[in-house]
Each structure stands twice: as C-alpha cells, then as structure tokens.
C-alpha cells in the first residue's frame, strides 16, 4: 500500500526552523516528484516546493524562497522540507505528495498525499 506520512510539525516562535519530514513507503521515492503544499484556514491550498525525480530539480514559491529549501534522502524514502525564518503567515497544515512526471506547484496534478502536519508560527 502506497503511504506518505508527514513529520515535524508544531508551534515555532516567527524567525524560528522547523524540518517536515515526509516518508514514503509501500513504493520507492526514486520514481515520482514530491511536492509540500499548505493550507491555512479559510484559504486555498497552495504549492510552497517540489522536488523532481528525474535530476533532483527544485522550485519554491515566491512566497518562500530563500527561507525553505526541499531535499530528498533516496536512501531513507524521504523527503525534506527546511523551513527557516518562519513567518505567522506560515501557518497551515502542511502536505507532502507523490506524482510521476515532472513536478509542479499544481495540487490537482499529484496523485498521492499524506494526512498532514501542522505548522503554526506565533509568539
């Protein structure tokens, strides 16, 4: 069976760092592109980083670069999200999943998703 759990979330103080941690198992990470998305209360989802199989290339959202950085540990099945310099606009439950292809920032195109972590930044 197909699984992706999320790790690593909780309550940070704003400049604060948090590492998600997204471990797959039941397939091999090698294979599919791994994006993080989040979803505050009362908004949309939205793409923040993926991480693609083929070449290990990334992109972030605006909204996030040069504060979170994507990595993948093929070794452990695991993808990773550094979230640095956090910001209370942070806030959200925190979402990793699984597709074959090219990766984007596009939720609709990921096939398989964890259940989740929550991520709230306040002081």
């Known amino acids: 069976q197909l699984q992706l759990v999320e790790s690593g979330g909780g309550l940070v103080q704003p400049g604060g760092s948090l590492r998600l941690s997204c471990a797959a198992s039941?397939?091999?990470?090698?294979?599919?592109?791994i994006g993080w998305f989040r979803q505050a209360p009362g908004k949309e989802r939205e793409g923040v980083s993926c991480?693609?199989?083929?070449?290990?290339?990334?992109n972030y959202a605006d909204s996030v670069k040069g504060r979170f950085t994507i990595s993948r540990d093929n070794a452990k099945n695991t993808v990773y999200l550094q979230m640095n310099s956090l910001k209370p606009e942070d806030t959200a439950v925190y979402y990793c999943?699984?597709?074959?292809?090219?990766?984007?920032?596009?939720?609709?195109?990921?096939?398989?998703w964890g259940q989740g972590t929550q991520v709230t930044v306040s002081s």
């Open positions: 991480i693609r199989s083929s070449g290990g290339s990334t």
């Open positions: 039941g397939f091999t990470l090698d294979y599919y592109s």
């Open positions: 999943a699984a597709k074959v292809g090219w990766g984007t920032l596009v939720d609709d195109e990921y096939d398989y």
